[in-house]
């Protein structure tokens, strides 16, 4: 019971509660600038680095050397998938590609943000049942890069005209998505095999996402070096402690 309680909360951290990053949108652009701008580095360091650092030796020590493999094919799956269906993504509302934005555009962003919502809770799911501590390292990162990403959305559908009621409850649905992605994993999966493959897909596409999709951000905001240096590497160094301070041995 306690394990069901502990993922459901994980889950929750990694959904409903960075939507609401998204939410500071809808009544302060002051503020979600400032968010906006210093998440994204922030992000990319934490994304990079609990790919790197923590899901994918995990998976290697349940599925060996194919885990490198999968990562490869879900890093250019995704890639695939973003740039066919407009992107998943999409952390800025100034770029020309948001100028004007059809009916089908808006509704392939939420398709794919409800997609990748999924995958975010097979990654909690995954993780959580090889060790719940790299769980919950997982919902960190899930829930850190989530927040500029709901800002990005936000930003988006009421560039469509859509009112700010509707966007609130369609991206709580989408959001939701994560909650049952890990609970289907943790439901019907009790294979060690299964669980390293689909860690090595989310670390293919956090690993995508914070290299080729957030890091190419940092440079569009024209921040000063400096400020777009610091709170990356401050991201990766929070992991990197973290994995070291709490246990996720085998």
Known sequence: ???????????????????????????????S?????YSVPFAAGVMVTVSLLGLIPEAEHEIGDLVYWIVLASFITVYLFEHLFFGIHHHGVDDEHHKEISNSSVGLVIFGDTIHNFIDGVAI????????????????????HEVPH??????????AGWKRTRILIVNIISSLMTIV???LVYTFNQNDTLNG?????????????GASDFLPKIKDQKLHRLKSILPLLLGSLIIILTLLLIPHEH
């Open 33 to 37: 600038n400032i968010l906006e701008k």
């Open 1 to 31: 019971m306690n394990e069901t309680i502990n993922l459901f909360l994980l889950a929750l951290l990694g959904s409903v509660i960075a939507l609401f990053g998204g939410v500071v949108f809808l009544f302060s652009r002051n503020l």
């Open 125 to 144: 799911g995954a993780s959580f049942m090889i060790n719940p501590n790299l769980g919950f390292i997982t919902a960190l990162s899930t829930f850190l």
């Open 197 to 209: 493959s689909l860690m090595a897909v989310s670390a293919g596409v956090f690993l995508y996402l």
């Open 181 to 183: 992605g890990a609970f």
């Open 150 to 159: 709901e800002i990005g959305d936000f930003g988006i559908l009421l560039k």
